[in-house]
């Protein structure tokens, strides 16, 4: 399998738990690799033929820019279902970190890995859960 990856793409948005927290906005570091088949690009040479890491890097930046959770958890596994779903990836790792959220240390984060037959859990979690205040 091929891998398509972005590293430190960096951004900020409202997260957190604390009051503080929903009133600033945080930076967010967020790591992405996912699955691709770039043999036909390779031959072709032509952007048509893979897929564009600038649009999945503006559409997550967009995402995490909007948002508004309290744990870096959601954010994360939000992502990952946002790439299955929206780019047709068929497996996805993302590493999301939040500088300086613990003293003395560089940042904390979460990595998820989540493959096309996750969607449908997913899903199925979604419409059972309570809704969100």
């Known amino acids: 399998m091929d891998k398509i ?8 948005a409202i997260i957190g738990i604390f009051d503080w927290e929903r009133q600033v906005r945080q930076t967010i570091v967020v790591d ?18 893979t897929l564009n890491y600038k649009g ?3 559409r997550v930046l967009a995402y995490i820019e909007g948002s ?29 970190s939040k500088p300086g959220a613990i003293r003395r240390s560089r940042d904390v984060g979460i990595v ?14 979604c419409a059972a859960a309570p809704a969100r205040p």
């Open 32 to 49: 992405l690799e996912f699955s691709a088949d770039v043999r036909k690009a390779a031959l072709s040479d032509s952007i048509a033929d």
């Open 112 to 125: 998820v890995e989540r493959a096309r037959a996750d969607l449908d859990e997913w899903r199925a979690l």
């Open 56 to 58: 999945v890097a503006k």
């Open 68 to 96: 508004e959770f309290h744990l870096i958890e959601t954010l994360t596994e939000r992502i990952a279902m946002l790439l299955l779903e929206e780019f047709g990836i068929g497996w996805v790792r993302v590493a999301l």
């Open 5 to 12: 990856f972005i590293h430190a793409l960096k951004t900020e």
